[in-house]
């Protein structure tokens, strides 16, 4: 059966323009909150196919989505890696040992090793396709190399990134050796997700806006497009979605490049600027501003703003970044049916 997302993705006609949320298996619904406290901890979650698969499923049925994503975590790449990931209350995830030298990179396990770890997650992806619906989509995900080697380097979330982009300038050839440890995995980890049933792949680079436009393609944007052109030349019909958020000044002067298909748009950069720049290349997807769901009559008003810009062709409604945990579910019910609704399906 033909799913309306993977077409959309592939730039194909399709009856209306779908619709999906980053973190939509989220805090925001009290089923997710449900499952998750039986869990026990985030990671337990993460680690349990069972559980994961059921929090995947959640918006689908309830909000209405084209498209589930798989539940997971983009740092259970580093954890398996050998580095010690924990979730703090209030604070995030944090590693206990930081990567410093070339000697602690030296110690992490990478390649077919690192990624044949992970087989929760691909018993979650089994699990998921033999219960959603054959016209939606699975969503795999992974995060950009970037992204990852900020945690892995700062020990936790940082608003700064002064320990990687002090390395980022004094040591470069140290942080050019861990995003290609992690590419590699990577590399590997999205394979097995495809083998194990995912319809497209999508990277997250969540914290692109912390390098300088003049340094992105160096330091993060060709890594992802080197983990594109991977997965491209073993799954040619297999959609891949870069994400990187925060970076108009990149897209602006024309440096977006890359065997992929979609390009998501976060909410800081103008839809406008994107279809100029990139729209005749790519599918663009998104780009809501995620706040924006507090409030039925402005989500309304973007939705149509959105639309009119796009006109539904070579086009995914999303938030230009995640749903927060205290939205209304009958808002983010709202943005869906809204989306439906200005493009064609209502």
């Not at 699975?138 to 390395?167: R, V």
Request: glycine share 8%; proline share 5%.
């Amino acid at each position: 059966m033909s799913k309306i997302f993977v077409d959309a993705c592939l730039g194909k006609e399709t009856p209306y323009t779908p619709v999906w949320m980053m973190r939509q298996a989220g805090r925001y619904l009290p089923e997710y909150m449900a499952v998750r406290a039986e869990a026990g901890s985030f990671l337990d979650l993460c680690h349990d196919p069972k559980k994961a698969c059921e929090v995947t499923l959640q918006p689908v049925d309830i909000v209405g989505v084209d498209a589930a994503i798989l539940f997971s975590d983009i740092l259970v790449i580093p954890d398996e890696m050998g580095m010690d990931l924990s979730f703090v209350k209030g604070e995030g995830p944090k590693f206990s040992d930081p990567l410093k030298t070339q000697a602690d990179l030296d110690r992490l396990i990478g390649g077919q090793e690192a990624a044949s770890k992970l087989t929760y997650v691909y018993d979650t992806i089994k699990l998921i396709k033999e219960q959603l619906a054959e016209d939606k989509a699975l969503i795999g995900f992974t995060g950009a190399p970037w992204t990852l080697a900020t945690y892995m380097i700062e020990g936790q979330g940082t608003k700064t990134y002064n320990i990687c982009k002090k390395m980022m300038y004094s040591n470069p050839e140290l942080l050019h050796n861990i995003l290609a440890k992690v590419t590699e995995v990577v590399k590997l980890y999205m394979e097995k997700q495809i083998e194990a049933g995912i319809d497209v792949v999508q990277i997250f680079d969540s914290w692109a806006a912390a390098i300088e436009p003049s340094k992105y393609d160096e330091f993060s944007w060709k890594y992802m497009v080197e983990i594109a052109d991977y997965l491209k030349s073993k799954y040619p019909d297999i959609p891949i979605i870069m994400f990187p958020k925060g970076v108009p000044a990149f897209i602006e002067r024309g440096l977006v490049y890359g065997n992929f298909d979609v390009f998501g748009v976060d909410w800081g950069t103008p839809m406008a600027l994107a279809k100029e720049k990139l729209g005749d290349k790519y599918v663009l997807q998104g780009n809501m501003e995620p706040c924006r769901l507090y409030s039925k009559e402005a989500t309304t008003a973007c939705v149509e703003a959105i639309q009119e810009i796009m006109g539904g062709k070579r086009h995914i409604f999303n938030l230009g970044h995640g749903i927060l945990p205290d939205v209304p579910v009958e808002n983010a019910k709202h943005f869906v049916s809204e989306c439906q609704r200005v493009s064609g399906k209502k």
